[in-house]
């Protein structure tokens, strides 16, 4: 039996164990590094915050739907089956493929595990939990977003006394029906709950700039497309990379399209602040509020791994492909283009996935 270690959580002892690699997180990038990793023969585990199998897909509004057809939505070596009735799965049946997916592939999943740290020990990555801690010769960190909303810094957010949430925890236009409801934000989970709730609120939808609404033939396949195209051009050293469309553009999801074409998602500019009943815009005009959701976007979910202390000046970890500049034996993945093309999306997962995969291999047969 292993002797009892301190770990570097204060006031914590536990047993410690040893594995290869050890790979935060049990969401889509996860099992896609499980999936490579088991091909390539290592000695691996998946550290899982959730109880459950499925990701941050498992905690998505009850209207979601992913932008691509199944048959371009699916992680490496299992296509998504198709859903009855649906051109564009809804999150459920996302859950259910990665609970599958997990299952068939016999991926070596502890859940729940929180991460609380990773650290330099010698040779080897210690990895922190609140259920004993783990030493591996490599760490891929697979945590990505979802777990770290971003709410901006506008003035008089303290005084509004409605309802406030992000994106993460909106479920239903059943919890706002017959209520203002401003939505802030003109990415595409703001376009998407704006449409959920343009039928029984009285909606307020208020971008920082016109969105734009991609053509309606144009999903996540293209998209990738996109990433893809651009990652290599600036591969190339190109920095004009005009001709590419941005992803910043609204998919028109069915529920979008309808929305949109029955004019209910018309759109007010940035307001400047709220107060005690609404918001304010700069000249002076006001809208009284029930409700504010804030889809805002998303930050890095990264703290696991300050005691490495690989964060540039911008909070950012610097990247060749998946692999940590300041530290080797560490893989990002998931994060977003950063971290690959596309590697935020079921289907831009598995290449980014199988390179840190086949790194690290490479790594531990040096015995670097």
């Known amino acids: 039996m292993l002797p009892a270690v301190r770990d570097h959580h204060p006031h914590l002892v536990t047993h410690t164990r040893s594995a290869q690699v050890v790979v935060i997180g049990g969401g889509q990038a996860g099992l896609a590094a499980g999936y490579h990793l088991r091909r390539l023969g290592l000695d691996f585990v998946i550290l899982d915050a959730q109880a459950e199998p499925g990701g941050a897909w498992q ?10 057809p199944a048959a371009y939505s699916s992680l490496p070596g299992r296509p998504m089956p198709v859903q009855t009735g649906e051109t564009y799965p809804e999150a459920g049946h996302v859950v259910g493929y990665l609970t599958e997916y997990e299952r068939r592939y016999e991926l070596p999943v502890h859940r729940p595990v929180r991460v609380l740290g990773v650290h330099r020990d010698g040779a080897l ?36 006394v409605g309802r406030q949430l992000h994106t993460v925890e909106y479920r239903s236009p059943r919890d706002f029906a017959g209520q203002r409801v401003i939505v802030v934000g003109g990415g595409n989970s703001g376009a ?29 396949r293209a998209l990738f497309d996109v990433a893809t195209a651009r990652r290599r051009a600036l591969d190339e ?11 910043g553009d609204i998919v028109a999801v069915p529920p979008v399209r309808e929305a949109r074409d029955a004019g209910l998602l018309k759109v007010s500019p940035m307001f400047v602040r709220l107060d005690r009943d609404g918001i304010v815009w700069a000249d002076g005009t006001r809208a009284p509020a029930d409700a504010v959701i804030w889809c805002t976007g998303f930050r890095p979910a990264l703290s696991h791994l300050a005691p490495l202390g690989l964060r540039g000046p911008r909070g950012h970890i610097p990247t060749a492909g998946t692999r940590a500049l300041g530290e080797p034996r560490l893989h990002l993945l998931g994060y977003g283009d950063w971290t690959g093309p596309a590697s935020a999306t079921l289907i831009g997962v598995g290449r980014p996935a199988r390179d840190a995969a086949r790194e690290i291999a490479e790594l531990l047969m040096s015995g670097g």
């Not at 998407?192 to 996540?220: C, H, K, M, N, S």
């Not at 004009?240 to 992803?247: A, K, N, P, Q």
């Open 237 to 247: 050293g190109r920095t004009d990379t005009e001709g590419v469309m941005s992803l």
């Open 192 to 220: 998407q709950i704006a449409a959920d709730l343009a039928y029984d609120t009285e909606l307020t939808w208020v971008t920082q700039r016109p969105p734009r609404f991609l053509a309606d033939d144009i999903d996540g």
């Open 125 to 160: 990555l210690h990895v922190e939990t609140d259920s004993g801690g783990w030493r591996a010769q490599a760490v891929i960190s697979a945590t990505g977003t979802w777990w770290r909303p971003f709410l901006p810094a506008v003035p008089g957010r303290a005084e509004f």
């Open 59 to 68: 905690h998505a509004w009850d209207s979601l739907h992913l932008f691509s």
